[in-house]
């Protein structure tokens, strides 16, 4: 059975940084995309950030995500935050055997984990 569990989130205030984890079980990480998502209430789940299959780091902008192989873990790192970041963090996965890009869009993803709450507020 493929668990996801993220953990991390909190209260930041504005500028400030956070890392959030999802601890992968039933799957590796050599095996799967991952895709970092959010969202707040009534609106739709939105892409932060991917990393492929095989690819052991990737930043865009305020963000970055690392893998260790170790602890099967993902990390989100969140820096110069914005009180528009605040949302509820998912990270997913998709089982691929290839070396495809990894998808953009909620809907490709196999598994989800809980959430973690990220709120930025002075």
């Known amino acids: 059975q493929v668990q996801l569990v993220e953990s991390g989130g909190g209260l930041v205030q504005p500028g400030g940084s956070l890392r959030l984890s999802c601890v992968l079980s039933g799957v590796t990480l050599d095996t799967v995309h991952i895709g970092w998502f959010r969202e707040v209430p009534g609106k739709e789940r939105e892409g932060v950030l991917c990393?492929?299959?095989g690819i052991s780091s990737t930043v865009k902008g305020r963000f970055a995500i690392s893998r260790e192989r170790t602890k099967n873990t993902i990390y989100l790192e969140m820096s110069a935050l914005k009180p528009e970041d605040t949302a509820r963090y998912y990270c997913?996965?998709?089982?691929?055997?290839?070396?495809?890009?990894?998808?953009?869009?909620?809907?490709?993803?196999?598994?989800w984990g809980q959430g973690t709450q990220v709120t930025v507020s002075s």
């Open positions: 990393i492929s299959r």
């Open positions: 997913a996965a998709k089982q691929v055997s290839d070396v495809s890009a990894c998808p953009t869009t909620a809907g490709d993803y196999d598994y």
